[in-house]
Every structure is written in structure tokens, then in C-alpha cells.
């Protein structure tokens, strides 16, 4: 139980981490916008405030200001009351000509002593001042009643020149950075937590019940200004060894299977990397002495000829399929190795489909079965058209190319689905773009000069 715990806490924060990597730039700008935000609210709601003071004491027969007896915090309070009650607000009111007082008036008593501090305090320093200058002038018509009670002003009320509250618009920008921060973090600890994508082989073994061939590492890009697909190939001398070496365990597994000889590979969305990994298992397996070759039958949007930088051939596949060329026309040998050919097209076809149908492909793909030992075909990915379903009929079977944390569950699932309908036989699957977990020692991701697509 704890060791599962462990293994959905790694789960978690892997998730977390790559959901954090992906949204960076959103959690930024959000964060920025809340700053920016909460700073204009605190400009919108500031009010300015001016507090003008006097401090007096309330004298009886017996004056003393450190000393205090009941009688005298009895006398304090009663004045205070007075200089706060309704009939003050009135009298000052009718001295400034006014229908109402312009500041709120504040009587507070300083610590071990019997001196009161008189404030008023408004949005104009002017009132402010004005309003402690008529409590000092008009208090008697209110404390005749208090024993003989008398106010002895020790200073005297000045004209604020000073605000209260200052705006503290760096305080507000941090603050609004704060809460902007906090938000996008649940959020993404919420995409984090709900995102079902397969991030481990064991994920596919579990979720999908499928047998994993192999995992290939995610290049990263150090220069954004190379070029992607065509520096991908295994037969490059700056890809790295670990790159290559992917590979090797996985053309084994696939020389392994009996009677697999056509290939399809395939992929659940756009993206995936299945068109470099075709070509690549294609170079791999020549490498090992295979007759190998690798049809681009994604006739809506062919890829190999710019991983191989193929510019010129014969013919292209599409002119075969629509009887426009012969066979031998369409057959072009790769400069990556000489046990490689390569059947090419250049064309988008609209009507992929129907072409894809028409004897004259599975009459193709059946005379390359004869002359080679492999015909890897690279096919449209499986949830975006029917092509892939219609392919699978002239398949021995079929590679899944799994991108890390990539497609949904239920989208692969679904993909699968619909392949099973024409074709139950899945070699495996490869799980792409492979970085290491955060919990991993060695944790450092590749670097290599190059990377793939991406997707939100």
C-alpha cells in the first residue's frame, strides 16, 4: 500500500512538473495580469486621508497628569462621550456653516497618563484642521454639567501636510502577484491531477494492455533556428548515443516476431513523432542486415521525403495508385544506407481514402512484401482519418507510437477500437519524446540541438 502511494505521488509530481514546463508562460502572464489587476482596484478605492490632532487634559480641582484615580478616568470618559455625541457633531456643524461635519472625529486616551489625543480626519486636510480647531473652541457649551470640568490643551491642532495612508503601489503589485501566483498554481495542480495521459511504460502495460517495445528519449532543442525531422535520423553523427541506442533493443523485439513482414506505424494524434521513428526502425533494421522498405502512405500530408531530403525521384506513390506510373518508378534508394529503399510522395490528395482503397495499392504493397524482408509503412495517425483503418487490411500488423504526455487515455483507447474492427493485431507500442522523472537521480532531460512539435 505504501509502495502504491510512492508510485501515485511520483505519478503526481511528474505530472505537476510537466504541466508546470507547458503552462510557464500562461501562469506568467496570469500572474502579471492579477498584479497589474489588484494594483488598478487599489488606485480605483484609494481615498486619501489627512488626520489633524490636539492633546489636551480634562482638569478638575485636582490636575495631575501622571496620576489617575477613578474620579478623573470617570471625567475622561464622560468628555469623551460628549466631544463624540450627536449634539458636538451639530455645534461644530453650525461654526463651519455647514450641514454636516466633514471628518470623523477620534478621542483616545495616551497610555498611563490622563492626556487625550483629539483627532478628525478627511479627505481634505483643510476640514481636518478645521474641525479640531471647533471642538477646541466650542467644547464648554457642552461640558458646563461635568463638575467643573475644564480642557487644557498641551498642543495645539496643525495643518496636516502628510497623507495617512500612503498608496504603497509596490505592496499592491506583490500582492496582486501573490494571489495571481496561488490561483494559477491550484490550476495547474488541478490540470495536473485530472490530465490522463501515459507518461511511463507501465501506464500502457495498465491502462492499455498493450506490450511496450521500446522508449525513445525526447530531444531537446538547444537552437531553435534548426532545422527538426532531417537531423533525426539515427544515421546522424551529432544524435546522441542514447538516441541511437533506443533503437537497437527495439528492431530486436520486432526481428523477434514471426510472419510480421508489413508494418504499419501509427500514431493516436498529429505530432507524435511517428513519421522520424518509421524512418529511423526502417534505417535500424537495415542496419542489421534487413532488406527493409519505407512507404509514406500518409497521402494528405507526406513527410519522409524532407526527413531524407529528398528533393527529385522518379515518381511519387500518389501517380502510381491513380495508374500514372509504373511500379519500378516509385522505387528510390535511400543515401542513408544501401539495404534502405524508399517509396516517396510529394502530393496532398484529398481523397486519400478512396486511393487507399483501390486494388492497386494492396497489389503494391503485396509485390514489396515479396522483394523485401520488411515493408515498414508510415500511415495517418489513427483518431484524425480513416486512412490508418483502411490500411491495417493489407498490415501483418501494426507499432503505436505513444508521445509522453501527449494523447488522453480515452483517445488512445477509442483509436484502438476503431483499429480493432479491421485488424486485432498490435505489435506493440513505442512510448515517445521520453523525459526522465523529477524523482530520478540523474534527473537532467536531454539536450541534444533538436526537438519535435508541441501541444497543449
Known sequence: ??????????????????????????????????????????????????????????????????????????????????????????????????????????????????????????????????????????????????????????????????????????????????????????????????????????HIKNKLHLKVLGSVPKIGRKKKNYPLRNQLLITNNRISTAYKDAFRPLTMRIEREKNQKVIMITSTLPNEGKSTLSANIALSLAQNGKKVVLVDLDLRNPSLFSIFKIENTKDEIGNYIDSKCVFSDIITSSEQHENLDLVIGFKSYDNSIEMLSRQRCQRMITELKKKYDYVILDVPPLLIMQDAISISRFCDSALLVIRQDYAKVYEIVEALDEYYEMNRNVMGCILNCVEKSVFDEDFKGYEYGYSYGKRS
Open 1 to 202: 500500500m505504501e509502495e502504491k502511494q510512492l508510485i501515485d505521488l511520483s505519478d503526481f509530481a511528474d505530472r505537476l512538473y510537466k504541466a508546470f514546463l507547458k503552462l510557464w508562460k500562461l501562469i506568467l502572464v496570469f500572474t502579471l495580469l492579477c498584479s497589474l489587476l489588484y494594483t488598478l482596484r487599489g488606485l480605483i478605492r484609494y481615498h486619501a486621508t489627512y488626520t489633524s490632532s490636539m492633546s489636551v487634559i480634562v482638569s478638575q480641582q485636582n490636575n495631575n497628569i501622571l496620576v489617575t484615580s477613578e474620579s478623573t478616568e470617570k471625567t475622561n470618559e464622560a468628555f469623551k462621550k460628549a466631544l463624540l455625541s450627536t449634539t458636538m457633531q451639530k455645534i461644530i456643524a453650525n461654526d463651519l456653516k455647514m450641514s454636516y461635519v466633514p471628518a470623523s472625529i477620534q478621542v483616545s486616551l495616551v497610555p498611563d497618563t490622563n492626556i487625550l489625543k483629539v483627532s478628525a480626519t478627511s479627505s481634505n486636510p483643510e476640514d481636518a484642521y478645521r474641525v479640531v480647531n471647533s471642538i477646541a473652541s466650542n467644547y464648554g457649551q457642552l461640558t458646563k454639567q461635568m463638575n467643573d470640568a475644564n480642557m487644557i490643551i498641551l498642543e495645539e491642532a496643525k495643518m496636516p501636510v502628510s497623507v495617512d495612508n500612503s498608496i504603497g503601489l509596490f505592496r499592491l503589485l506583490i500582492k496582486g502577484a501573490l494571489m495571481g501566483l496561488a490561483i494559477s498554481l491550484f490550476v495547474t495542480m488541478i490540470y495536473a491531477f485530472t490530465r490522463r495521459t501515459i507518461l511511463r511504460e507501465d
